[in-house]
Protein backbone atom coordinates (compact mmCIF):
# COMPACT_ATOMS: atom_id res chain seq x y z
CA UNK A 1 0.00 0.00 0.00
CA UNK A 2 1.27 3.56 -0.96
CA UNK A 3 2.22 5.36 1.89
CA UNK A 4 0.01 8.77 1.17
CA UNK A 5 -2.68 8.14 -1.57
CA UNK A 6 -4.90 10.45 -3.41
CA UNK A 7 -7.69 10.09 -6.79
CA UNK A 8 -5.75 11.14 -9.31
CA UNK A 9 -9.10 12.41 -10.86
CA UNK A 10 -9.07 14.20 -13.50
CA UNK A 11 -11.74 16.53 -11.56
CA UNK A 12 -13.43 18.65 -13.87
CA UNK A 13 -15.86 21.70 -12.15
CA UNK A 14 -17.30 25.03 -14.11
CA UNK A 15 -16.30 27.92 -12.72
CA UNK A 16 -17.81 29.23 -9.16
CA UNK A 17 -18.13 24.78 -8.32
CA UNK A 18 -17.20 23.60 -4.77
CA UNK A 19 -14.70 20.90 -5.50
CA UNK A 20 -13.09 18.54 -2.77
CA UNK A 21 -10.02 16.14 -2.73
CA UNK A 22 -9.41 13.44 -0.29
CA UNK A 23 -6.07 11.69 0.58
CA UNK A 24 -5.35 8.91 2.59
CA UNK A 25 -2.10 8.32 4.76
CA UNK A 26 -0.86 4.90 5.95
CA UNK A 27 2.02 5.38 8.59
CA UNK A 28 -0.06 6.75 11.67
CA UNK A 29 2.93 8.25 12.73
CA UNK A 30 2.75 11.14 10.32
CA UNK A 31 3.12 14.16 11.95
CA UNK A 32 2.79 16.72 9.53
CA UNK A 33 0.44 17.57 6.35
CA UNK A 34 0.34 19.87 3.47
CA UNK A 35 -0.93 20.26 0.38
CA UNK A 36 1.15 21.65 -2.19
CA UNK A 37 0.06 22.79 -6.04
CA UNK A 38 1.86 22.49 -9.21
CA UNK A 39 1.24 23.68 -12.62
CA UNK A 40 2.15 21.69 -15.66
CA UNK A 41 5.89 20.96 -16.23
CA UNK A 42 6.20 23.23 -12.81
CA UNK A 43 7.87 22.78 -9.76
CA UNK A 44 4.81 21.86 -6.70
CA UNK A 45 4.92 25.15 -4.68
CA UNK A 46 3.40 24.84 -0.89
CA UNK A 47 -0.63 25.85 -0.96
CA UNK A 48 -1.29 25.24 2.55
CA UNK A 49 -0.36 23.35 5.79
CA UNK A 50 -3.41 21.11 7.23
CA UNK A 51 -3.44 21.13 11.04
CA UNK A 52 -5.22 19.16 13.24
CA UNK A 53 -8.21 21.59 14.14
CA UNK A 54 -8.48 22.73 10.28
CA UNK A 55 -7.63 25.65 8.53
CA UNK A 56 -8.75 27.81 5.94
CA UNK A 57 -7.13 30.54 3.78
CA UNK A 58 -9.42 32.56 1.46
CA UNK A 59 -10.77 29.70 -0.76
CA UNK A 60 -9.52 26.83 0.46
CA UNK A 61 -9.87 24.88 4.04
CA UNK A 62 -8.14 21.85 4.69
CA UNK A 63 -8.64 19.31 7.22
CA UNK A 64 -7.45 16.24 8.87
CA UNK A 65 -8.91 13.46 10.45
CA UNK A 66 -6.06 11.49 12.62
CA UNK A 67 -8.81 8.59 13.50
CA UNK A 68 -9.28 7.75 9.80
CA UNK A 69 -6.03 8.63 8.53
CA UNK A 70 -6.97 11.30 5.66
CA UNK A 71 -6.55 14.66 4.90
CA UNK A 72 -9.00 17.02 2.83
CA UNK A 73 -8.86 19.88 0.74
CA UNK A 74 -11.75 22.26 -0.18
CA UNK A 75 -11.58 24.71 -2.90
CA UNK A 76 -14.36 26.51 -3.21
CA UNK A 77 -15.48 29.51 -6.06
CA UNK A 78 -13.29 27.76 -8.92
CA UNK A 79 -11.41 29.86 -10.60
CA UNK A 80 -9.83 29.15 -13.92
CA UNK A 81 -6.35 29.66 -12.12
CA UNK A 82 -6.85 26.85 -9.88
CA UNK A 83 -6.61 24.43 -12.69
CA UNK A 84 -3.67 22.57 -11.68
CA UNK A 85 -2.25 19.26 -9.97
CA UNK A 86 -3.02 18.96 -6.33
CA UNK A 87 -0.23 16.86 -4.13
CA UNK A 88 -0.82 16.05 -0.87
CA UNK A 89 1.91 15.68 1.30
CA UNK A 90 2.43 13.62 4.81
CA UNK A 91 5.71 13.73 7.16
CA UNK A 92 6.45 10.77 8.60
CA UNK A 93 9.86 9.52 10.94
CA UNK A 94 12.63 7.66 9.74
CA UNK A 95 13.93 4.89 12.29
CA UNK A 96 16.63 7.22 12.84
CA UNK A 97 14.76 9.95 14.13
CA UNK A 98 14.38 11.93 11.03
CA UNK A 99 11.59 12.80 9.21
CA UNK A 100 10.85 12.49 5.60
CA UNK A 101 8.36 14.11 3.32
CA UNK A 102 6.42 11.96 1.17
CA UNK A 103 3.93 12.91 -1.84
CA UNK A 104 0.81 11.70 -3.52
CA UNK A 105 0.78 11.18 -6.95
CA UNK A 106 -1.56 14.13 -7.46
CA UNK A 107 -5.05 15.22 -7.92
CA UNK A 108 -5.11 17.02 -11.35
CA UNK A 109 -8.48 20.05 -11.29
CA UNK A 110 -9.15 21.32 -14.77
CA UNK A 111 -11.81 24.48 -14.29
CA UNK A 112 -13.74 25.29 -17.32
CA UNK A 113 -15.69 28.24 -18.01
CA UNK B 1 17.14 35.55 -3.20
CA UNK B 2 17.93 32.76 -5.44
CA UNK B 3 16.02 29.78 -3.59
CA UNK B 4 17.21 26.29 -4.87
CA UNK B 5 19.13 26.15 -8.11
CA UNK B 6 19.15 23.21 -10.13
CA UNK B 7 21.34 22.59 -12.98
CA UNK B 8 21.20 21.17 -15.90
CA UNK B 9 17.57 22.03 -16.95
CA UNK B 10 17.85 19.27 -19.68
CA UNK B 11 19.82 16.85 -20.38
CA UNK B 12 20.16 13.63 -22.81
CA UNK B 13 22.05 11.22 -21.43
CA UNK B 14 23.42 7.35 -23.93
CA UNK B 15 22.65 4.49 -22.27
CA UNK B 16 25.83 3.23 -19.87
CA UNK B 17 26.76 7.12 -19.33
CA UNK B 18 27.00 9.06 -16.11
CA UNK B 19 26.54 12.20 -14.49
CA UNK B 20 26.02 14.60 -11.87
CA UNK B 21 22.44 16.54 -11.15
CA UNK B 22 23.74 19.82 -9.41
CA UNK B 23 21.50 21.38 -6.38
CA UNK B 24 22.40 24.56 -4.43
CA UNK B 25 20.00 26.88 -1.70
CA UNK B 26 21.27 29.46 -0.14
CA UNK B 27 18.24 29.73 2.09
CA UNK B 28 20.96 27.80 5.15
CA UNK B 29 18.82 24.61 4.67
CA UNK B 30 19.29 21.75 7.16
CA UNK B 31 16.92 18.96 5.05
CA UNK B 32 17.54 18.16 1.67
CA UNK B 33 15.50 15.76 -1.08
CA UNK B 34 16.06 14.49 -4.49
CA UNK B 35 12.68 13.66 -5.64
CA UNK B 36 11.67 11.90 -9.29
CA UNK B 37 8.55 12.60 -11.50
CA UNK B 38 7.63 10.31 -14.16
CA UNK B 39 5.05 11.58 -16.58
CA UNK B 40 1.43 11.69 -14.86
CA UNK B 41 3.05 10.36 -11.54
CA UNK B 42 3.55 11.88 -7.93
CA UNK B 43 7.14 12.14 -6.89
CA UNK B 44 8.97 9.75 -5.55
CA UNK B 45 11.95 10.78 -2.66
CA UNK B 46 15.45 9.27 -4.17
CA UNK B 47 17.93 10.25 -1.35
CA UNK B 48 17.59 12.99 1.46
CA UNK B 49 19.89 14.92 4.00
CA UNK B 50 19.49 16.24 7.38
CA UNK B 51 22.19 18.08 7.27
CA UNK B 52 26.12 18.62 5.89
CA UNK B 53 27.63 14.81 5.74
CA UNK B 54 24.20 12.77 6.81
CA UNK B 55 22.58 11.33 3.70
CA UNK B 56 19.77 8.40 3.75
CA UNK B 57 18.18 6.71 1.21
CA UNK B 58 14.74 7.44 0.14
CA UNK B 59 11.96 5.14 -1.60
CA UNK B 60 13.92 4.66 -4.63
CA UNK B 61 17.72 4.99 -4.39
CA UNK B 62 18.76 2.84 -6.62
CA UNK B 63 21.08 3.51 -9.58
CA UNK B 64 21.74 6.98 -7.90
CA UNK B 65 24.52 8.36 -5.30
CA UNK B 66 24.24 11.32 -3.65
CA UNK B 67 26.96 13.69 -1.15
CA UNK B 68 26.41 16.65 1.09
CA UNK B 69 29.53 18.35 2.12
CA UNK B 70 28.08 21.61 2.99
CA UNK B 71 24.60 22.82 3.38
CA UNK B 72 24.25 24.52 0.36
CA UNK B 73 25.05 21.42 -2.00
CA UNK B 74 23.46 18.47 -2.76
CA UNK B 75 24.64 16.66 -5.38
CA UNK B 76 22.57 13.52 -7.60
CA UNK B 77 25.00 11.28 -9.26
CA UNK B 78 23.52 8.43 -11.87
CA UNK B 79 26.42 5.85 -12.66
CA UNK B 80 25.36 4.30 -15.26
CA UNK B 81 22.31 5.76 -16.55
CA UNK B 82 19.21 3.46 -18.02
CA UNK B 83 15.88 4.39 -20.08
CA UNK B 84 14.08 3.45 -16.80
CA UNK B 85 15.99 6.96 -15.12
CA UNK B 86 13.63 8.83 -17.63
CA UNK B 87 12.12 10.86 -15.62
CA UNK B 88 12.07 14.73 -14.12
CA UNK B 89 14.40 15.50 -11.26
CA UNK B 90 13.34 17.91 -8.58
CA UNK B 91 15.84 18.96 -5.49
CA UNK B 92 14.07 20.30 -2.47
CA UNK B 93 14.81 21.98 0.68
CA UNK B 94 13.42 23.06 3.52
CA UNK B 95 14.61 24.13 7.32
CA UNK B 96 12.67 21.15 9.03
CA UNK B 97 10.00 19.38 8.42
CA UNK B 98 7.50 20.38 10.98
CA UNK B 99 4.64 21.38 10.62
CA UNK B 100 4.87 24.74 9.50
CA UNK B 101 7.69 23.99 7.54
CA UNK B 102 7.52 24.90 3.53
CA UNK B 103 10.01 23.06 0.73
CA UNK B 104 10.87 24.59 -1.61
CA UNK B 105 11.53 23.56 -5.07
CA UNK B 106 13.97 23.90 -7.70
CA UNK B 107 12.65 24.12 -11.11
CA UNK B 108 13.93 20.52 -12.17
CA UNK B 109 16.16 18.53 -14.62
CA UNK B 110 14.60 16.86 -17.38
CA UNK B 111 16.58 13.93 -17.85
CA UNK B 112 16.04 11.50 -20.86
CA UNK B 113 18.14 8.07 -21.25
CA UNK B 114 18.29 6.75 -24.82
Known amino acids: RKEVEQDPGPFNVPEGATVAFNCTYSNSASQSFFWYRQDCRKEPKLLMS???SGNEDGRFTAQLNRASQYISLLIRDSKLSDSATYLCVGGSMFSGGYNKLIFGAGTRLAVHP | NAGVTQTPKFRILKIGQSMTLQCTQDMNHNYMYWYRQDPGMGLKLIYY???????DKGEVPNGYNVSRSTTEDFPLRLELAAPSQTSVYFC?????????????FGQGTRLTVV
Open chain 1, 50 to 52: VYS
Open chain 2, 49 to 55: SVGAGIT
Open chain 2, 92 to 104: ASSYSTGRNTEAF
